[in-house]
Protein backbone atom coordinates (compact mmCIF):
# COMPACT_ATOMS: atom_id res chain seq x y z
CA UNK A 1 0.00 0.00 0.00
CA UNK A 2 1.33 3.62 -0.83
CA UNK A 3 0.22 6.98 0.73
CA UNK A 4 0.62 9.90 -0.89
CA UNK A 5 0.56 13.19 0.65
CA UNK A 6 0.06 16.18 -1.62
CA UNK A 7 1.05 19.64 -0.33
CA UNK A 8 1.69 23.15 -1.72
CA UNK A 9 -1.92 24.50 -2.98
CA UNK A 10 -2.91 27.74 -2.17
CA UNK A 11 -4.52 30.99 -3.46
CA UNK A 12 -2.31 32.92 -6.09
CA UNK A 13 -2.87 35.64 -8.53
CA UNK A 14 -3.16 35.04 -12.30
CA UNK A 15 0.19 35.08 -13.72
CA UNK A 16 1.59 33.97 -10.43
CA UNK A 17 3.85 30.24 -9.85
CA UNK A 18 2.96 27.48 -7.18
CA UNK A 19 4.95 24.38 -6.63
CA UNK A 20 3.34 21.39 -5.98
CA UNK A 21 4.91 18.29 -4.09
CA UNK A 22 3.64 14.94 -3.34
CA UNK A 23 5.37 12.38 -1.01
CA UNK A 24 4.80 8.92 -1.31
CA UNK A 25 5.88 5.98 1.06
CA UNK A 26 6.78 2.69 0.98
CA UNK A 27 10.33 1.57 -0.71
CA UNK A 28 9.24 0.70 -4.36
CA UNK A 29 8.60 4.64 -5.08
CA UNK A 30 10.96 4.56 -7.65
CA UNK A 31 9.11 1.86 -9.86
CA UNK A 32 6.15 3.91 -9.86
CA UNK A 33 5.26 5.78 -13.05
CA UNK A 34 3.67 8.99 -11.14
CA UNK A 35 1.29 11.83 -12.52
CA UNK A 36 -0.93 14.87 -11.60
CA UNK A 37 -4.50 15.48 -12.57
CA UNK A 38 -6.92 18.04 -11.89
CA UNK A 39 -10.97 18.33 -10.86
CA UNK A 40 -12.53 21.88 -11.08
CA UNK A 41 -16.34 21.94 -9.40
CA UNK A 42 -18.43 20.22 -11.75
CA UNK A 43 -16.08 18.68 -13.87
CA UNK A 44 -14.53 15.60 -14.78
CA UNK A 45 -10.69 15.04 -13.28
CA UNK A 46 -8.43 15.29 -15.91
CA UNK A 47 -5.18 14.25 -16.80
CA UNK A 48 -2.37 17.56 -16.22
CA UNK A 49 1.05 15.54 -16.33
CA UNK A 50 2.84 12.33 -15.88
CA UNK A 51 6.58 11.20 -15.31
CA UNK A 52 8.25 7.58 -15.45
CA UNK A 53 10.43 6.08 -13.27
CA UNK A 54 13.35 7.11 -13.96
CA UNK A 55 11.99 10.68 -15.13
CA UNK A 56 13.35 9.65 -18.73
CA UNK A 57 9.73 10.58 -20.02
CA UNK A 58 7.25 13.27 -19.24
CA UNK A 59 3.62 14.22 -20.71
CA UNK A 60 1.36 16.95 -20.53
CA UNK A 61 -1.57 17.88 -21.16
CA UNK A 62 -1.90 20.67 -24.28
CA UNK A 63 -3.91 22.95 -21.31
CA UNK A 64 -0.60 23.56 -19.41
CA UNK A 65 2.23 22.55 -22.08
CA UNK A 66 5.08 25.01 -21.78
CA UNK A 67 3.36 26.32 -17.82
CA UNK A 68 3.96 23.38 -15.92
CA UNK A 69 6.97 21.16 -15.22
CA UNK A 70 6.91 17.73 -13.52
CA UNK A 71 9.88 16.17 -12.13
CA UNK A 72 10.97 13.80 -9.28
CA UNK A 73 13.43 12.70 -6.60
CA UNK A 74 13.26 9.14 -5.94
CA UNK A 75 15.94 9.67 -2.89
CA UNK A 76 13.00 12.40 -1.28
CA UNK A 77 10.13 9.42 -2.68
CA UNK A 78 8.60 12.82 -4.14
CA UNK A 79 6.80 13.81 -7.01
CA UNK A 80 6.55 17.49 -7.83
CA UNK A 81 4.57 19.64 -10.02
CA UNK A 82 5.93 23.59 -11.02
CA UNK A 83 3.24 25.67 -12.02
CA UNK A 84 4.04 28.82 -13.87
CA UNK A 85 2.11 31.71 -15.72
CA UNK A 86 -0.84 30.41 -13.65
CA UNK A 87 -4.18 31.33 -14.85
CA UNK A 88 -8.06 31.85 -13.41
CA UNK A 89 -8.63 28.25 -15.60
CA UNK A 90 -6.24 26.36 -13.37
CA UNK A 91 -8.09 26.62 -10.55
CA UNK A 92 -8.98 23.10 -9.48
CA UNK A 93 -8.33 20.41 -7.04
CA UNK A 94 -4.96 18.99 -7.75
CA UNK A 95 -4.48 15.52 -7.26
CA UNK A 96 -1.00 13.08 -7.66
CA UNK A 97 -1.34 9.67 -8.00
CA UNK A 98 1.05 6.28 -8.63
CA UNK A 99 0.44 3.71 -11.72
CA UNK A 100 2.25 0.60 -10.27
CA UNK A 101 2.69 -1.33 -13.86
CA UNK A 102 2.97 0.43 -17.16
CA UNK A 103 6.45 2.01 -16.33
CA UNK A 104 5.66 4.79 -18.94
CA UNK A 105 3.26 7.64 -18.96
CA UNK A 106 -0.20 7.08 -18.51
CA UNK A 107 -3.07 9.95 -19.51
CA UNK A 108 -6.00 7.99 -18.17
CA UNK A 109 -7.46 7.98 -14.57
CA UNK A 110 -7.86 3.89 -14.65
CA UNK A 111 -4.38 3.35 -15.29
CA UNK A 112 -2.97 4.55 -11.33
CA UNK A 113 -3.46 2.63 -8.27
CA UNK A 114 -3.10 5.09 -5.93
CA UNK A 115 -4.04 8.68 -5.17
CA UNK A 116 -3.73 11.61 -2.77
CA UNK A 117 -6.35 13.73 -0.83
CA UNK A 118 -5.59 16.39 -3.59
CA UNK A 119 -4.91 20.09 -2.77
CA UNK A 120 -6.83 23.33 -3.96
CA UNK A 121 -4.84 25.49 -6.10
CA UNK A 122 -7.06 29.29 -6.41
CA UNK A 123 -6.30 31.15 -8.81
CA UNK A 124 -7.68 34.59 -8.99
CA UNK A 125 -7.89 36.86 -11.76
Known amino acids: QVQLVESGGGLVQAGGSLRLSCAAS????????MGWFRQAPGKEREFVAA????????AYANSVKGRFTISRDNTKNTVYLEMNSLKPEDTAVYYC??????????????????WGQGTQVTVSS
Open 97 to 114: AADRYSGTVVVVTTAYDY
Open 26 to 33: GRTFSSYA
Open 51 to 58: ITPSSMRT
